[in-house]
């Protein structure tokens, strides 16, 4: 079965750098498009970066743009997302994600990672 387990998050200062990673097992990894996406308290949830499936594309959102990157290593079915200069805005849970739905979210998802921004 698709399983998806994100590890990295964490406590972190205003200014600081975390890099999340997420293991996928149960399909054909190299293959698919992937996303990471995050949950603040009482927020939607907001698509953050996407990759495709041989890492030759990304995508990011405005909020994250020139501080965060996605990458994966398909050998190692493992997708990242280093985040440097990271803002009390950017806590919230972490989840890498395949397949998005017609209603806005995602077909799989992990567990999610929590990452909290503070001094």
């Known amino acids: 079965q698709v399983q998806l387990v994100e590890s990295g998050g964490g406590l972190v200062q205003p200014g600081g750098s975390l890099t999340l990673s997420c293991k996928a097992s149960?399909?054909?990894?190299?293959?698919?498009?992937m996303y990471w996406v995050r949950q603040a308290p009482g927020k939607d949830l907001e698509s953050v970066a996407d990759i495709g499936s041989d890492g030759g594309h990304t995508y990011y959102a405005d909020s994250v743009k020139g501080r965060f990157t996605i990458s994966r290593d398909n050998a190692k079915n493992t997708m990242y997302l280093q985040m440097n200069s990271l803002k009390p805005s950017d806590t919230a849970v972490y989840y890498c994600?395949?397949?998005?739905?017609?209603?806005?979210?995602?077909?799989?998802w992990g567990q999610g990672t929590q990452v909290t921004v503070s001094s």
């Open positions: 149960g399909f054909a990894f190299s293959t698919y498009q």
């Open positions: 994600a395949r397949t998005p739905t017609s209603t806005g979210g995602y077909e799989y």
